[in-house]
C-alpha cells in the first residue's frame, strides 16, 4: 500500500516542466522519455512518517518504507490541482474565491510517499476513520484531513474483514502463473446485503484509487 500526502499551500507553486527531449542523432537509436514533474505539494517523508506513525499509529517507523510513484492528477496551468488530502487546509477567513474558467487536464506527477505491506496494511485501514484523524491532530498536523481515496480503502479493509468474520468464501482452486493449480477461498456474497455493500464501493470507488503508474490515462482499470 503507497501513501503521500498533499499540502496545497505547497500546489500553489509552479513546478519546473520537463523540457521535450531532442530526437536522436542518426546511428543513435535509444529513445530518452519526458521526465515526469515532482508534484510540488507533496509533503516530505518525515512529516509524513511521523502523522502515520504517531498521530495514526499506522506502523513502526520502521515499518515504513520510502516509494515513489506516478499518478496521474488533474491540472491547471502547468500545476496540480490541490484536492482533499491529509493536509487539506481551509482558506484565510473572508478569502474571495476565485472562479477559473480554463478545463482541467490529466498530468502525470511522481510522488514520493510511504509504502506497508499488505498485512500492515489491513490493520491500519480496519482501524482508521475520519473522527480518529479529527481526534489524532496535534502540534504536528492541527487539521488533519483523509482523502476520499484512503477513506475508501479503509472502507474496503473493514468490508473484507467482514467477509472474513462471516466465513463469506469457499474452498476453490485457480490456475497460477506457471499453469499449475492452486488452493484458494473464494469469496462467496449469498446474502443480498452483502452484495449490496459490493457493488456499492464498486460504484464509489474515487477515480484516482486507478490513477497510478499508468502510461495513460486510458490504461486505468
Known sequence: MFLWAEDPDLSGVRPPIPRAVPAPREGHSRHRQPKVPSHPGQVSIGQLRAVLSQELAAAAPSDLQPANATVWLPSLGERPLARRGLFAHGGP??????LRTETPTLVAWQ???????????????SRLSDATAR????????????????????????????????????????????GRLEAVWQ??????RMEQHREELV???PPVCRAYNLETPADAP
Open 135 to 178: 481526534q489524532s491532530a496535534s502540534s504536528i498536523l492541527p487539521r488533519l484531513r483523509l482523502g476520499n481515496d484512503l477513506i475508501f480503502w479503509s472502507n474496503a479493509a473493514k468490508f473484507a474483514l467482514e467477509i472474513l468474520v462471516g466465513q463469506h468464501y469457499l474452498p476453490s482452486l485457480r490456475v497460477d502463473p506457471t
Open 93 to 98: 477567513p473572508g478569502a474571495r474565491t476565485v
Open 111 to 125: 510522488v514520493t510517499g510511504l509504502a506497508l505491506d499488505p498485512l500492515r496494511a489491513l490493520l491500519f485501514l
Open 203 to 205: 460504484r464509489t470507488m
Open 187 to 192: 469469496p462467496i456474497l449469498l446474502e443480498p
